[in-house]
């Protein structure tokens, strides 16, 4: 997002995703599908995307604040961290400050992380001194990546935000869209000064967090509206818009007549109060229906794998782990083998035999049918929702339980002389007796 003295529209948010797939081709195709799958949800429900989101009580996504500085002004405090993801969420909340009539609840919300990456207790805040602070390079992201290398969380289970002193150019704050989830630039950098600074100030984190989320500029693309569903922003209560100049809050433009294709009844101003459109920080307070919808669809479809995540609960009191002591690493067929428990931590277990469940005791008793090479598997459960559950495997060879044995009366005996041979095989059913390869008995 650009400073007060907005960007044209060709810079900015499209510029870095550009850049992203000139790098990564091949996100580029998980865009393109994940917007037609948008799309075919969007025309099936006439343009009603929210229906099963909207049922939903919300979702919350975890945060974690990486605060990249010099020992400089850009070290701000926990406390304004925490005011800026407070303000973060009543502008997702549309209620406090950012609570315009023509705004809407998005059902979103964001916590500090509780638990790092190490199952260790954390305020969400991280610190960690480096010259990179000032980003350097003609590009605002010609240093993105030195800066998101000195401190990363998985980017599968945490929203990562860098905080720095300068962007080059007049961006404050950019992001990468949803095709980048869990790679290594994925994530927010912004300006400490524009975070946790004022209302106004904020409207930047709501802005790129929009972005994170799957959101356009209101002005992407202009005026042009054919099918508002794949022009402009994407977003078909959003009216078009091709104007990024910073107005006041009681003044009003109209910068497109193309707002009846998208199902307006008439022509209507630009939604210069929209976070995703640039200009006057002020007057930002709208999130759409329509947007709300998009990011939600992006959140369950994308970027599901922050809410599998327990990046929001404190941290496990007693982690489980799974361990077992197989009999051997090699067991007959048909005999009753015990794989004996010694987990720790765990509340129950499930059992599995080439991941068929065989029980749920303590330890396991199997007779293996026959020959061949099996996996034991075993689940331990914590039954504390704050705490995951473990896994252990092993494989064991089982072999036939027979074995053959006999004795005899005599070792030399003359011609015509009986001998008796005494059977002591076991685990046999049947035996044949063979006289110099040939059946006997």
Known sequence: MAAQSPLPPSCGQQEVMQQFFRHY?????????????????????????????????????????????NNGPENISDAQVLKGIQDLNLAFANT??????????????????????????????????????????????????????????NPLCYINIWL??????????????????????DGIIIEAGYFGTSYANDVVVAHEMGHYLGLFHTFEGGCTNTDCSIDGDRVCDTPPDQSTAGISCTSTVNSCSTDVLSGFATDQNDLTQDYM??????????????????????????????????????????????????????????????????????GSYSWYVNNVLQGTSVNLNHSFPAPGNYQIKLVAHSGNTLCDDDSMS??????????????????????????????????????EWHVNGSLQS
């Open 277 to 346: 459109d640039y200009g006057n920080f002020n007057c930002m307070k709208v999130f759409t229906q329509g947007q709300a919808d998009r990011m939600n669809w992006f959140i369950q479809n994308v970027r599901n794998s922050l809410l599998a995540c327990k990046s929001c609960l404190t941290p496990c009191p007693a982690p489980v782990t799974a361990s077992f002591t197989p009999p051997a690493a090699s067991v007959w067929a048909g005999i009753a083998q015990t794989f004996t428990n010694t987990s720790t931590n765990a």
């Open 394 to 431: 092993v494989n064991v060879t089982v072999t036939c339980s027979a074995a053959a044995g006999f004795t005899h009366s005599s070792a030399t005996v003359s011609a015509g002389t009986p001998v008796v041979f005494t059977n002591t095989s076991s685990g046999a059913d049947a035996v």
């Open 25 to 69: 081709p091949e996100k580029k195709l998980l865009d393109v599908r994940s917007e037609q799958g948008l799309l075919d949800q969007v025309r099936a429900a006439r343009l009603n995307l929210g229906k099963t989101q909207r049922g939903q009580t919300g979702v919350n996504l975890a945060v974690v604040v990486h605060i990249i500085h």
């Open 164 to 185: 720095v002193s300068s962007i080059p150019t007049s961006v404050v704050g950019y992001a990468y869209m949803p095709s980048a989830h869990g790679m290594p630039m």
């Open 96 to 153: 406090g400050y950012y609570d315009p009539s023509d705004g809407v609840n998005t059902g979103i919300q964001f916590c500090m992380a509780q638990r790092d990456p190490l199952n260790q207790a954390t305020n969400g805040i991280t610190r960690d001194v480096s010259p990179y602070t000032v980003m350097g390079g003609p590009n605002y992201y010609s240093d993105d990546q030195n800066v998101k290398n000195i401190n990363r969380w």
